[in-house]
């Protein structure tokens, strides 16, 4: 039986086994191919996305505990409309190989959304389950920052 | 001074070609131009770099894009000379193809020659050839804007001249009446003509030889900072990674191979997984399986549940075996000696000997992208997607495993979500590759879990060091370094010519045998046992350990000497390379050097050439609650020409937080005979909390380009484990350090 979920503001009826996790669902079924796979076991944050705003790991949770709106990377912004953040991240050249970046993003939305103007304490507590090998955390860090002091003088 | 290092590389390059037999250098498979592997529906190719068409410009770079900023800087050279803007640049990677060589791959990038504008000499033609006879198209090595700093320009130069003479003709004015800016020929009544239309014009025409090149002073994009032009899409997920590749009935599909290395299937059943939710197939070869789904989780849970016994391996059973093997080849005759000068023996048969012993571990990449690839086979021809670092290797290896011809097979290169030197291999396409021949015209993407990934990875070997040294009047009269890893050339060159062979492999001994220090009686011996685990390049190879084997015994010996390690270092650096005692003077100055710190804080310096860069680097630590936390990174680089500073101090940072993730924490261990670590959980790396602030300087003493991607690497673990040694009096000889230290995670 297909299970209804709303992306980025637009219903999908699933029809895959009710435990087949968010993550695979969004890259294999809806073809939303942002939100990427690099654990399985919620460690490295790439597959992150937001649901009902809040950032959650989708490669845990399974398609029958869908419980709210999902957005992905492709719901946040999109080339032609940057968010404040993917401009600041873009202001920065934050990204190196970049397969991590839409994780990281998603992470940092969602902390911005909860705390406008957040310490270095903050951004790491926020950010630490969001591994990147190529080591861009020092500009992700200052592009967060950026981002914050954009949104509080807007 | 009897140094044979030189000549011992040679011998490395010529004793691989010479095996390969029939190969001549010098002849005309040498010199020969190779073809254009470009042929546009429309417009024009003037050069295997370059395509002008209605869609503008498109520039191929045939260096993949794994983070380095790549396709941004070798465009940028093109641009420069072109006359276009460069963000109105289309890139792509292009076809596998002999064009596109990379002739920086084996060439001697020693501290000696870099301050000699440019190569030359036979040996340098050699070492140019060798890469081009051998279709080496790799990404990888720091190599891809040496390569390509005159050949793109020149790609860029030889366009403009033609598009000016097409311009010329058409118009019946001289070229010197004519002038080009931003993509259009300008006549002298300021009309414009877009290169696009005089593209078709242009390829009828003989391209100069030898076109003018700018002067450094007339850049317009090099030398300084540009934006990156894959940012927009990697900040909006729409950065196409191989695993991202989707095509019309694309089927989603995992692999699991024997995680004893050598071995193979005992016995299996997979009855209950064909039955499994979505699984369309199950294909079972000699050393593991591969099951076909309509999606890449419902294929991973299948795979779970496949029964098999696996039979033993041929690798060691454990760690302790592994490391006995890897000290038990000290017995046998030295792979190679890379540096011998003075009489070690003799300046080490009397006098105190300071004897020191260190150790390095295993390493995965783990790339943040799992191994994975898209293969289409229809009509006898095989598409494959993945991301990789030589793709005309993995066009040949999927050819000769599905008994096609070469061409018969189009590799498609996008990017890489990390590579690290783990996508230099051909062992994630094969799969994939195999698999689409078991469903003729229909895509199948093969995704490895995490734990296939690490399980299965070309590790950066595991190394043993041993130290003899002896001091006089505070100098390092004779140092003896001799290093025991197993030779990770080797799998390659098995690859690239077919023969397994056992070549002499400087990489053991580089970062150690290659550095800058005036000392007398200076040798350095690498052996290199064959254990049967795959072992392969992880950035910065020799250097990722040698460094800290050869920077901790420097480090040790100024102690003894009662020396400042600053002071030390540059009392025998200066004379042997004046550039290296800059960036050690630099990074001082920037760091406001002391190594007599307050209680509670730690200070350690360390400098390592590689690949033709000078890199220095300073490490503050202090205790928190008695543990080790990082909190500020100095580096001071020569890069001798920097062509984008932002990416090179982007490189350079990501490299020294790559160096330190392996040194703090990353280790492979082995228990019945297969690796024990799966996952990020027991292989971690920096995250943003416990990454340290970083201060980066570049500077461009040495006259000869040097690598960036990787030599920020080396100094990384040797100036922590100095600061260490400076905050707690403890001198750790042996990564990952957490074995041994607590640190703040």
């Known amino acids: 039986m297909a299970k209804r979920i709303r992306v980025n503001g637009q219903d999908h009826d699933i029809d895959l086994p009710p435990d087949v996790p968010l993550l695979w669902i969004l890259r294999d079924a809806l073809n939303l191919t942002g939100t990427k796979f690099g654990c399985g076991v919620a460690s490295c944050g790439a597959c992150t996305v937001h649901i009902d705003g809040k950032a959650v790991r989708s490669c845990q949770v399974a398609l029958e505990d869908v419980w709210g709106d999902v957005t992905t990377i492709e719901g946040h912004g999109k080339p032609q409309a940057l968010s404040s953040l993917q401009k600041s991240w873009v202001d920065h050249q934050v990204a190196q190989c970049g397969y991590c970046q839409s994780g990281q993003i998603m992470q940092a939305a969602a902390l911005l959304a909860e705390n406008p103007s957040p310490s270095d304490a903050d951004i790491d507590e926020a950010m630490a389950g969001n591994l990147c090998r190529c080591g861009t955390y020092p500009r992700m860090r200052a592009a967060i920052h950026s981002t914050a002091k954009m949104l509080q003088e807007a | 001074m009897g140094r044979i290092k030189t000549f011992s590389r040679r011998a490395f390059v010529v004793g691989s070609v010479a095996v390969v037999g029939g190969v001549a250098f010098g002849g005309w498979k040498a010199l020969k131009t190779p073809k254009n592997p470009l042929s546009p529906p429309d417009g024009a190719a003037l050069n295997p770099w370059l395509i002008i068409d209605q869609r503008g410009i498109t520039v191929i770079v045939p260096r993949a894009e794994m983070g380095q900023g790549i396709q941004t800087t070798l465009a940028a050279l093109v641009a420069e000379e072109l006359d276009v803007v460069l963000s109105d640049i289309n890139v792509e990677h292009g076809p596998a193809?002999?064009?596109?060589?990379?002739?920086?791959?084996?060439?001697?990038?020693?501290?000696?020659?870099?301050?000699?504008?440019?190569?030359?000499?036979?040996?340098?033609?050699?070492?140019?050839?060798?890469?081009?006879?051998?279709?080496l198209q790799v990404t990888g090595g720091s190599t891809s804007t040496i390569d390509a700093f005159e050949k793109m320009r020149v790609a860029g130069a030889t366009a403009r001249e033609t598009l000016l003479k097409a311009a010329s003709h058409r118009l019946n004015i001289p070229i010197s009446q004519l002038k080009t800016k931003d993509g259009q020929v300008i006549s002298p009544d300021n009309s414009q003509i877009p290169y696009a239309d005089l593209a078709e014009d242009a390829a009828q025409i003989d391209p100069p030889k030898s076109p003018r090149l700018k002067p450094s002073s007339e850049w317009r994009y090099l030398g300084k900072s540009q934006p990156r032009l894959d940012q927009d899409a990697k900040v909006t997920g729409t950065a196409e990674f191989g695993i991202d590749k989707r095509l019309d009935g694309l089927l989603f599909a995992t692999i699991h191979m024997t995680p004893h290395f050598g071995g193979a299937i005992e016995k299996i059943d997979i009855t209950t997984a064909e039955t499994m939710a979505g699984v369309k197939k199950i294909v079972v070869w000699e050393d593991g399986f591969g099951v076909i789904a309509t999606n890449t989780w419902l294929a991973m849970q299948a795979s779970d549940a496949v029964e098999v016994i696996w039979?033993?391996?041929?690798?060691?059973?454990?760690?302790?075996?592994?490391?006995?093997?890897?000290?038990?080849?000290?017995?046998?005759?030295?792979?190679?000696?890379?540096?011998?000068?003075?009489?070690?023996?003799?300046?080490?048969?009397?006098?105190?000997?300071?004897?020191?012993?260190?150790?390095?571990?295993?390493?995965?990449?783990?790339?943040?992208?799992?191994?994975?690839?898209?293969?289409?086979?229809?009509?006898?021809?095989?598409?494959?997607?993945?991301?990789?670092?030589?793709?005309?290797?993995?066009?040949?290896?999927?050819?000769?495993a599905l008994g096609l011809k070469k061409d018969q097979v189009v590799v498609h290169t996008p990017f890489m979500g990390g590579g690290f030197g783990r996508r230099g291999t051909v062992d994630f396409a094969l799969p994939a590759a195999k698999l689409a021949k078991e469903m003729p015209a229909t895509p199948i993407q093969v995704t490895w879990t995490r734990e296939e990934d690490m399980r299965h990875d070309w590790y950066r070997p595991g190394s043993i060091c041993h130290y003899r040294a002896k001091l006089e009047n505070g100098h390092i009269a004779a140092l003896d370094g001799k290093m025991s890893s197993p030779s990770p050339a080797a799998p390659v060159i098995k690859l690239a010519t077919g023969f397994d062979l056992a070549p002499e492999d400087p990489t053991i001994t580089e970062g150690s045998h290659d550095q800058p220090y005036a000392i007398d009686h200076f040798r350095v011996r690498g052996y290199a046992p064959q254990l049967g685990i795959p072992v392969g390049?992880?950035?910065?190879?020799?250097?990722?350990?040698?460094?800290?084997?050869?920077?901790?015994?420097?480090?040790?010996?100024?102690?003894?000497?009662?020396?400042?390690?600053?002071?030390?270092?540059?009392?025998?650096?200066?004379?042997?390379?004046?550039p290296a005692a800059k960036a050690l003077e630099t990074v001082a100055e920037m760091a406001n050097w002391t190594s007599k710190t307050p209680r509670g804080v730690g200070r350690g310096i360390a400098h390592v050439w590689s690949y033709g860069s000078s890199v220095a680097e300073v490490i503050n630590i202090r205790e928190n609650d008695g543990m080790i936390e990082i909190t500020d990174v100095w580096i001071a680089a020569d890069l001798g020409v920097i062509l984008?500073?932002?990416?090179?101090?982007?490189?350079?940072?990501?490299?020294?937080?790559?160096?330190?993730?392996?040194?703090?924490?990353?280790?492979?261990?082995?228990?019945?005979?297969?690796?024990?670590?799966?996952?990020?959980?027991?292989?971690?790396?920096?995250?943003?909390h416990n990454t340290p602030r970083f201060h980066v300087t570049l500077l461009q003493n040495n006259?000869?380009?040097?690598?960036?991607?990787?030599?920020?690497?080396?100094?990384?673990?040797?100036?922590?484990?100095?600061?260490?040694?400076?905050?707690?009096?403890?001198?750790?000889?042996?990564?990952?350090?957490?074995?041994?230290?607590?640190?703040?995670?």
């Open chain 2, 311 to 400: 039979s033993k391996g041929s690798a060691p059973d454990d760690t302790e075996a592994v490391f006995h093997a890897i000290e038990a080849a000290f017995n046998d005759k030295a792979n190679v000696e890379m540096r011998n000068q003075g009489d070690v023996d003799k300046a080490l048969s009397s006098g105190e000997v300071i004897e020191r012993s260190y150790r390095a571990p295993f390493l995965a990449h783990a790339t943040m992208e799992p191994m994975n690839a898209t293969a289409l086979f229809q009509n006898n021809r095989l598409d494959i997607w993945t991301g990789n670092q030589s793709p005309v290797l993995i066009r040949d290896a999927c050819a000769d």
């Open chain 2, 644 to 688: 984008d500073p932002a990416i090179v101090e982007a490189q350079l940072t990501g490299a020294a937080i790559y160096g330190l993730s392996a040194a703090i924490q990353g280790e492979i261990t082995f228990a019945n005979g297969a690796v024990e670590q799966g996952n990020f959980p027991d292989y971690d790396a920096l995250r943003m």
């Open chain 2, 97 to 135: 193809a002999q064009a596109y060589f990379n002739s920086a791959l084996v060439a001697d990038r020693s501290y000696e020659l870099a301050l000699e504008e440019k190569p030359s000499g036979w040996a340098t033609v050699m070492a140019d050839a060798f890469p081009k006879v051998m279709s």
């Open chain 2, 703 to 745: 006259r000869r380009m040097g690598g960036a991607g990787e030599p920020g690497t080396p100094p990384a673990a040797p100036a922590l484990a100095n600061a260490i040694f400076n905050l707690t009096g403890k001198r750790l000889r042996e990564m990952p350090f957490s074995k041994h230290i607590g640190f703040l995670t």
């Open chain 2, 537 to 578: 390049f992880w950035r910065s190879v020799g250097g990722s350990q040698n460094g800290f084997f050869h920077e901790s015994m420097i480090d040790e010996l100024a102690y003894e000497a009662g020396a400042d390690p600053l002071e030390f270092r540059l009392k025998h650096i200066r004379p042997e390379h004046e």
